[in-house]
């Protein structure tokens, strides 16, 4: 089986400033090299800060490890969609990778499992990776539908990533209810539905949900990572709030891949 190297991915989400951006970038290459030096495995982080920084995030890690990523990216290669980023010119920039799908997006913004399909497609054949992150609602966990609505969220990977886009493809799992209330699921809740993603996409005909990584996102902290990266179906997480300091952030890794490598 091929190796799920794990992903800490930081969502600034609408968060920080430009000037923010340096000291961050410096801090977290600094501290993460510190976690290479005590933890040897392979890791990949990916920063995701707000689109107006994009291009200088991708200049000031150019010499690092540190993937830079966009929160979202247009649903066609180009056209007429006021305010939406076309996916090729991320790519142009230096981005690796885009988030599609998030929380934010599904229920503030209200896109529909139809766009986000359009957006998977278009950011894939623009030469991007793919983080599709998918979740329930608590009305909808407490009405015991978690499964059935992870399972209608995934119908869209195997009509649009095929098998040559595999690896440039992710998903994360994030319950809604966990997103930034720090309440996180239970590492044991989060690991029922990171298995049941994988079955669920082998089931439907798409090969790769045995080896495709899935990140875990809802109120990840330092103090709970170890135990939510311990599970066998979890390869990394995707992280608001305590990314937005690159210590706490990188105390997260460390004891992420600590517990990782222990299980
Ligand atoms: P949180 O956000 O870590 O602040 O809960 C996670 C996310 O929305 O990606």
Known sequence: ??????????????????????????????????????????????????????????????????????????????????????????REMGIEWTLIGHSERRHVFKETDTLIAKRLQAALEGGLSAMLCVGELLEERKAGKT???????????????????????????????????????????AQEVHAFIRKCLIKNGWSEGATVRILYGGSAKPDNSGALMGQPDIDGLLVGGASLEADTFAELVRNGLTSRLKS
């Open 1 to 90: 089986m091929a190796k799920r190297t794990p992903i800490f991915a930081a969502n600034w989400k609408m968060n920080k400033t430009l000037a923010d951006l340096q000291p961050y970038t410096t801090r977290l290459d600094s501290r993460l090299d510190e976690v290479c030096d005590q933890v040897s495995t392979d890791f990949e982080v990916i920063l995701f800060p707000p689109a107006c920084f994009l291009e200088t995030a991708a200049r000031l890690v150019d010499d690092s490890e540190i993937q830079v990523g966009s929160q979202n990216s247009g649903p066609a290669p180009s056209g007429a969609f006021t305010g939406e980023l076309p996916p090729r010119s991320l």
């Open 147 to 189: 499964m059935t609505t992870i399972e209608s969220q995934l119908k869209i990977v195997k009509e649009v990533v095929s098998s040559t886009k595999a690896s440039h493809f992710a998903l994360a799992y994030e319950p809604v209810w966990a997103i930034g209330t720090g309440e996180n699921a239970t590492p044991e809740q």
